[in-house]
């Protein structure tokens, strides 16, 4: 069905079209159009997101915005911090509302501390509208527009909800985060994305995206922000809307580099997209079924989906027990175990976590990787593994996050029936394991699996406690590593 906008925009367009011939008038009529057009549809976003939450707080699970201290300042505007960059021999490409510094050697010698904390496939863009996230809006101001315009893009959270929601339907790269620079005299906002490296795509190549594009609208997953659409300029420009379409060349895949043209309904896409998932990220020897459908292990927040297991439960269980045993997870890398949907991993992201490296069967991780894009939790890896006692786990960990293992938290949750206790945790310098039993068990009958586990990894228990749900007691536990 056809939203009021869509149904007004063309009747308003046709009706005063005639009078565009008029002196003086064509200007004033198109600004007037534009503006209010601009305001209809925001306004329908608006009110299609509204009441679709439901009582798991979708802001709960959004990873943590970070600030880094960066080392430039004193560019006034954007054009001198590009001289700026250019004189310290750092490539960067100017766009109409932001600075691109492409993955590149010199990195650190302007961002500093931050390029470390990111993969070296990271990409960095920096807004030309110099402003912390909170305040800053993402068309550059430096050009007329309409006001309305800027409007219509929102706050920069709504341009993170469009990157994210392009990467989860496989047509934009992942976007790792939003931070904050801070020089001594200025805040920058800026968007850390996965560098994408390719070829101009073909006509055909082009064509099939398009469609996709269109399917996404159709279906209600986007809305654009230009007034025009699809004849936006970018989309006509064929074959690589302006240098925004890519076919990457290590995937093939075509991905779509900018973001600030979709209006995401992040509620929508997650439904479907947890609807997809439903039979894979069941796990257990019997069903539970709500109506017809099986359930899933964890409940998911925004699409309305019971789960098992309402994560956010045993979340504030866990964090006292992490903050007795003085151990916050604020920036520490964080390996999740059997990390199902990733849902543990989004609330550890969402308390600071720098880092999460995830495991889980291949056909849950698809999905976990999507849906935990959706939920705004993206400073992730996530290994599709058949894991197991003798499982080496050191070798997904990639070499740039190896510094960081130091002192890492590792959670072990109602896993341990699954896959055992793998023997190469021994060989990672965590510091502390949460780990949770599975149903029925206390401390008493886990006495033995207790035992093995830390002459295994060298670790001692710190703490436990039994938690209660409605399918049961379990017993979560701190193991905190020996200090040699
Ligand atoms: C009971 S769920 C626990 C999920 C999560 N840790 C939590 O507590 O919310 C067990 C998870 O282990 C995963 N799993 C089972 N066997 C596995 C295996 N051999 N390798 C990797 N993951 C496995 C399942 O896919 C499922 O997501």
């Not at 698809?366 to 705004?376: E, N, T």
Request: net charge neutral.
């Amino acid at each position: 069905m056809k939203s009021f906008s869509e149904v007004l925009g063309p009747i308003l367009y046709n009706t005063f079209r005639p009078l565009k011939k008029l002196p003086f008038t064509e200007k004033i009529l198109r600004s007037g159009y534009y503006e209010l057009m601009a305001f209809l549809r925001f306004s329908e976003h608006r009110l299609r997101s509204l009441g679709k939450t439901d009582n798991l707080d979708f802001r709960a699970y959004k990873q943590s915005q970070q600030a880094w201290p960066v080392a430039f300042g004193g560019a006034q505007n954007a054009e001198e911090l590009c001289a700026l960059f250019d004189r310290l021999g750092v490539r960067c490409v100017q766009g109409g509302h932001t600075i691109y510094l492409p993955p590149q050697e010199k990195l650190t010698a302007v961002l500093g501390d931050m390029v470390a904390a990111f993969p070296p496939d990271a990409g960095y863009k920096i807004l030309k509208n110099f402003a912390a996230p909170d305040e800053a809006v993402y068309l550059f101001s430096g050009v007329t527009r309409a006001r309305s315009a800027e409007k219509m893009t929102g706050p920069l959270s709504t341009q993170e909800a469009a990157a994210s929601a392009l990467y989860a339907l496989g047509i934009g790269p992942k976007l790792y985060g939003l931070t904050e620079l801070q020089s001594k005299e200025q805040r920058y906002s800026c968007f850390v994305v996965r560098h994408v490296a390719g070829a101009v795509p073909t006509l055909a190549e082009y064509d099939r995206f398009m469609r996709i594009l269109q399917q996404h609208i159709e279906k209600k997953y986007f809305s654009l922000t230009s007034i025009s659409g699809l004849q936006d300029e970018d989309f006509l420009d064929k074959p690589g809307c302006n240098g925004n379409l890519i076919r990457e060349a290590n995937s093939d895949e075509l991905l779509y580099v900018d973001f600030q043209q979709f209006l995401p309904e992040t509620n929508r896409i997650l439904a479907d997209v947890v609807e997809a998932a439903r039979q894979d990220l069941h796990f257990g020897d019997t069903h539970l079924h709500h109506g017809k459908k099986k359930s899933l292990y964890q409940a998911i927040p925004g699409a309305g989906h019971a789960g098992k297991r309402d994560t956010s439960m045993r979340w504030p269980t866990i964090r006292e027990m992490l903050a007795a045993a003085e151990r916050p997870l604020h920036g520490r890398v964080v390996l999740d175990i059997c990390c199902n949907a990733g849902l543990m991993s989004a609330l550890a992201l969402n308390a600071g976590a720098s880092w999460v490296l995830g495991w889980d069967l291949p056909k849950v991780i698809v999905h976990s990787r999507r849906i935990l894009a959706l939920l705004g939790a993206n400073r992730t890896q996530l290994f599709p593994a058949q894991l197991g006692p003798e499982y080496e786990l050191k070798k997904d960990i990639p070499a740039w996050i190896t510094p960081h293992l130091e002192g890492a938290v590792v959670f072990y949750l109602a896993a341990w029936h699954h896959v055992g206790l793998i023997r190469d945790l021994a060989n990672i310098p965590w510091q502390t394991m949460v780990f949770e039993s599975h149903q029925n068990e206390t401390v008493d009958s886990l006495r033995e699996t207790f035992s093995e586990l830390m002459q295994l990894w060298q670790a001692e228990l710190h703490s436990s406690r039994e938690i209660a749900d409605e399918s049961g007691k379990r017993t979560l536990a701190i193991f905190l590593r020996k200090t040699t």
